[in-house]
Structure formats: C-alpha cells, structure tokens
C-alpha cells in the first residue's frame, strides 16, 4: 500500500483575495482538485508548516478520500514480471507473451517499491502496439494510467516509434482520451506482423472480434 499523498508546493495554487489568502491543493499526476483551503496563509512565516499543515486538513477533513500513493515511473526489471503479471491479472487481463522479444515494459512503482501500475510496448521499428495498461485497481482513476500512459509515448519515440496501435474492446473511450482513433484489427495484424498479442489473438481466432486503434506520436 502507498503512502499518503502529501501535497508539495507544485500542487498548491493561491485562491481568494489579498485579504483572505487561501490553498487549493490539486494530485501532481491527475491534476485534480482534491478539495482543501486554509485561510490567511500569510500569517504564516514558514511555508513548510503550512505544508505540513495542510496535508493534515486534508486527510482528516476528507475521512473518505483515498489515499493516493506517490508514483514514479520507471522501466521494468526482470524482477518486476511477478507483481507485473499479478496485476495484470487482477485486473482480468491476458499475461500471455509480455517478456517476448521486442516488449519494453514500465511500472508505476510506490514509495515502499510497490508496483502500482504497468503498460508495455511491443516494438518493430516505427510502430508499436500498446498493451498491458492496468493499475491496482484501489488505485484507479488517480491519473497513474494516465501518467504510464505519456511515459510509454515518451518511451516509444525514443526508440524511434511514429505510430502506436492497440487493442481495446471496452476501454476505447480511455483511448480516445489520448487521441487514439479506431482502425481495423486487419491493420495491426499487417503493420505489426510479429507482436505476441497479434499473434495470440490470431492464434485463438479472437482477432475479429477485437477492436483496434492507431495514434500518430507527435514528432
Ligand atoms: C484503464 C486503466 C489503466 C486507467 O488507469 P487509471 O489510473 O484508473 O485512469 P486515469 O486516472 O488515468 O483516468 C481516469 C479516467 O479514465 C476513465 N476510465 C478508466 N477506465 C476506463 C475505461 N475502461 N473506459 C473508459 N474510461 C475509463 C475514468 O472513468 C476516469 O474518468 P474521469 O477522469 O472523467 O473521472 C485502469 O482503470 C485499469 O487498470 N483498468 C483495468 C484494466 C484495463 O481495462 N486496461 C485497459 C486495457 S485496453
């Protein structure tokens, strides 16, 4: 389990008038607003008090908020393919050929070393497909599939991807978000003839009946 979030001094923006100074406190990575004030900041010779102050009223005054970890991102090591493929599951998706040939794969990881979050890559030269995005799912909706979801493009054009397709059935709408448009499967199966999601859904005959979708990176 993560630690509290703890806001730092990024995440405070100043509201109010000159008179009735007050923090509204939003999450680094989702960049929404949590909730939160306090008055007459300026009576307040050390910030960091107010910091530390603040983050108190907030877990208090917001008994049913839950805890959002701290997350940095980072790729994923051998070691990590356990808790990878123990997420994977718990969120009812595959685990099948994520350590193939050609898969880059990052984690979400918690200030304890937890992995909070994952998605992988498969590569072939100017394309990639997307795949494996899951967050523990007490965690969902905190921006951490968002925040692995910018770092696997940051990933992929550094190794020179233009284009990034995936398969999603139920989460378009998430994809969408991204500016992820549906293609046919047909163009995935072609473009990305040796990814190990290509090959096992055409393998089982579950192929047709996915949904695909194709971004641009921008350069
Ligand atoms: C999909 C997933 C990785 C998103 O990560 P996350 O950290 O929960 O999501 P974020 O915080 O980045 O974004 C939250 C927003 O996405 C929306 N969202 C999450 N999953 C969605 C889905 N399947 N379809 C449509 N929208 C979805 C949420 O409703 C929320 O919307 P809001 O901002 O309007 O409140 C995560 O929900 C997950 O692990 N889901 C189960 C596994 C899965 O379906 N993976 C995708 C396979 S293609």
Redesign the pocket.
């Known amino acids: 389990m993560g630690s509290r979030f703890r806001p730092v001094l990024r995440d405070l923006v100043f509201v109010g008038s000159r008179s009735r100074l007050q923090l509204a406190c939003f999450l680094p990575y989702?960049g929404r607003f949590v909730g939160c004030t306090m008055d007459h900041l300026s009576s307040h010779p050390a910030f960091s008090k107010v910091i530390a102050r603040l983050s108190l009223t907030l877990i208090s005054s917001n008994a049913n908020m839950t805890s959002v970890p701290i997350a940095h991102v980072r790729e994923a090591s051998h070691a990590d393919f356990t808790a990878i493929k123990e997420l994977l599951h718990a969120?009812?998706?595959s685990s099948e050929g994520i350590c193939a040939p050609g898969a880059v794969y990052l984690v979400a990881v918690g200030q304890s070393g937890t992995v909070l979050?994952t998605i992988g890559l498969e590569l072939s030269g100017r394309a990639a497909l997307l795949r494996s995005?899951?967050?523990q799912p007490e965690?969902?909706?905190?921006?951490?599939?968002?925040q692995l979801t910018y770092k696997a493009f940051d990933k992929a054009k550094e190794c020179g991807v233009r284009t990034v397709y995936?398969?999603?059935t139920?989460?378009g709408?998430?994809w969408r978000?991204f500016g992820f448009e549906s293609v046919p499967v047909d163009e995935i199966a072609r473009v990305l003839p040796n990814s190990a999601q290509v090959q096992s859904y055409s393998a089982d005959g579950s192929l047709a009946s996915e949904v695909g979708w194709r971004l641009a990176l921008e350069p």
Not at 139 to 146: E, K, M, P
Request: aromatic content about 12%; cysteine-free; overall charge positive.
């Open positions: 989702s969120n009812a998706l979050g995005a899951a967050v965690f969902h909706g905190n921006g951490l599939g968002r995936l398969f999603s139920d989460a709408n998430y978000r």
